[in-house]
């Protein structure tokens, strides 16, 4: 049996603890936020999300059980945003995680209870949401039209497809990581990236498949307009022909 790499166990364990958040009735705001201090990335948050109460969180997702370090962390995060932290895990490792974390006022949403507790229509609106996550990560998500997206848009797109971090493609713009922040966010309103936060991996390959299916309807785009004007032409010699063969039956019925 071939197990899954740690980064696509995390993505999946992350993606389901969405669903069981949403199906707790929390609101997902943003996820793999990239928290950046003095225009350096310093760390990037699961899972930003709103209780029913409208206390906000900031939500570490483990594929296993936490730790001491763990509790720490997702504390420390919380702390310098402003947040509540809460761990979506399958417990604790021992009970010095568990005592930290009730110390520390860490809330924690145990995996394996929900997955025994869900009924058959919430875990398919579990899985339905993985599956949508899962298509808009690699880019299957509607895109506004061609002419839609403004040139400064493209600008955001392209730098984002050639850096290797936020940084860099700051650099590129020559703009500050906060501006390319707010740039960022911007085509998420739009719907030219996807509303979901993502590390900058992800959005360098969203960018590049963004612009690689943008130059496909492009040149698709180009193609039908050759072959409408290439129906026309033919439809002008048809009528071209037409015209003359009834000329000529005209002057051949001529005494």
């Known amino acids: 049996m071939i197990l899954p790499k740690s980064k696509v166990k995390g993505r999946s364990s992350e993606r389901i603890a969405r669903g069981i958040l949403e199906k707790l009735g929390y609101e997902i705001l943003e996820t793999n936020k990239a928290v950046v201090v003095d225009q350096s990335e310093v760390f990037e948050v ?3 999300a709103r209780s029913p ?3 906000k969180y900031c939500v570490e997702v483990k594929a296993g059980r936490a730790s001491v370090s763990d509790v720490r962390k997702v504390y420390a ?3 310098l945003l402003g947040l509540k932290p809460m761990l979506v895990c399958k417990g604790f490792s021992d009970e010095a995680a568990e005592a930290v974390a009730k110390k520390l006022g860490v809330k ?3 995996l394996s209870e929900y997955y025994v507790l869900l009924e058959p229509e919430e875990l398919e609106v579990i899985v339905r ?4 996550d899962v298509l808009r990560e690699y880019g299957f998500y509607p895109l506004p039209p061609w002419e ?6 493209w600008k955001v797109i392209e730098a984002i497809s050639e850096a290797e971090t936020f940084e860099d493609a700051a650099k590129l713009l020559g703009i500050s990581v906060e501006d390319l922040g707010r740039k960022i966010g911007g085509l998420r309103g739009a ?3 996807p509303h979901v936060g993502q590390d900058f991996s992800e959005l360098k390959r ?3 498949q963004i612009i690689q299916r943008y130059s496909l309807v492009r040149r698709l785009e180009l193609i039908e307009n050759r072959l409408k004007k290439l129906e026309n032409i033919l439809l002008e010699l048809k009528e071209t022909i037409s015209s003359e063969s009834v000329r000529a039956r005209v002057k051949s019925d001529i005494p």
């Open 206 to 208: 969203n960018s590049q």
């Open 191 to 193: 719907g030219i990236l």
């Open 77 to 79: 995060d919380s702390k």
């Open 46 to 48: 699961d899972i930003l």
């Open 53 to 55: 109460e409208g206390e």
């Open 108 to 110: 924690m949403i145990e």
């Open 148 to 153: 839609a997206v403004k040139e400064e848009d």
């Open 129 to 132: 949401t993985a599956v949508m």
